[in-house]
T-cell receptor, first 115, second 114 residues
Framework: DGGITQSPKYLFRKEGQNVTLSCEQN?????MYWYRQDPGQGLRLIYY???????QKGDIAEGYSVSREKKESFPLTVTSAQKNPTAFYLC??????????????FGAGTRLSVL | GDSVTQMEGPVTLSEEAFLTINCTYT??????LFWYVQYPGEGLQLLLK?????DKGSNKGFEATYRKETTSFHLEKGSVQVSDSAVYFC?????????????FGQGTRLTINP
């Protein structure tokens, strides 16, 4: 079955540590996205990528980094510069950008907590 | 910039009650509109969508109509079930610098009691 796989489901970060969240899709989608969700709030866009080897900052990119070396993979690194990383992180993908019905499909999420 | 405003939650209803979750938007153009649903501990799933004025999206008994004159996209269901308990997000998509961005409302938590 096609879909988006995020791992791990739960992740704990120590002070000063970088951690990487995995996102893999087998939908053959060109575009991929990372969102952050805080309790009682909507989703905020961290980074997005329209094609391989290209990505753009979203609304809250500070303290995060990404790479897009393969079409199916879009890992997110939460760096030590992100002072409040505790949140639920969601990865999404869509067929391509520039399409009016650009429906985004979501993974099951990774919950990150600080030790 | 473009934005979405949803009714404040949480919303608690009895089974078989009528549901309305209000959603209004601000946009400079004519965005596509979506309702997503998030069940506990899971990611978001697309519930329904509408791409132009007067379109009605529907799925699983839920409906929403794209009203340009009132810039609204209210979610309705005639008879809710316990399994409908979830968080519901209204969203719009708009173009920015050659790409398209999805903007979400803050979400409305719905609890249905048997």
């Amino acid at each position: 079955d096609g879909g988006i796989t995020q791992s791990p489901k739960y992740l704990f970060r120590k002070e000063g540590q970088n951690v990487t969240l995995s996102c893999e899709q087998n939908l053959n989608h060109d575009a991929m996205y990372w969102y952050r969700q805080d309790p009682g709030q909507g989703l905020r866009l961290i980074y997005y990528s329209q094609i391989v080897n290209d990505f753009q900052k979203g609304d809250i990119a500070e303290g995060y980094s990404v790479s897009r070396e393969k079409k199916e993979s879009f890992p997110l690194t939460v760096t030590s510069a992100q002072k409040n990383p505790t949140a639920f992180y969601l990865c999404a993908s869509s067929i391509r950008q520039g399409w009016v019905e650009n429906i985004q499909y979501f993974g099951a999420g990774t919950r990150l907590s600080v030790l | 910039g473009d934005s979405v405003t949803q009714m404040e939650g949480p919303v608690t209803l009895s089974e078989e009650a009528f549901l309305t979750i209000n959603c209004t938007y601000t946009a400079t153009g004519y965005p596509s509109l979506f309702w997503y649903v998030q069940y506990p501990g899971e990611g978001l799933q697309l519930l329904l969508k509408a791409t132009k004025a007067d379109d009605k999206g529907s799925n699983k008994g839920f409906e929403a109509t794209y009203r340009k004159e009132t810039t609204s996209f209210h979610l309705e269901k005639g008879s809710v079930q316990v399994s409908d308990s979830a968080v519901y997000f209204c969203a719009l998509i708009y173009p920015v610098q050659g790409a398209q961005k999805l903007v979400f409302g803050q979400g409305t938590r719905l609890t249905i009691n048997p």
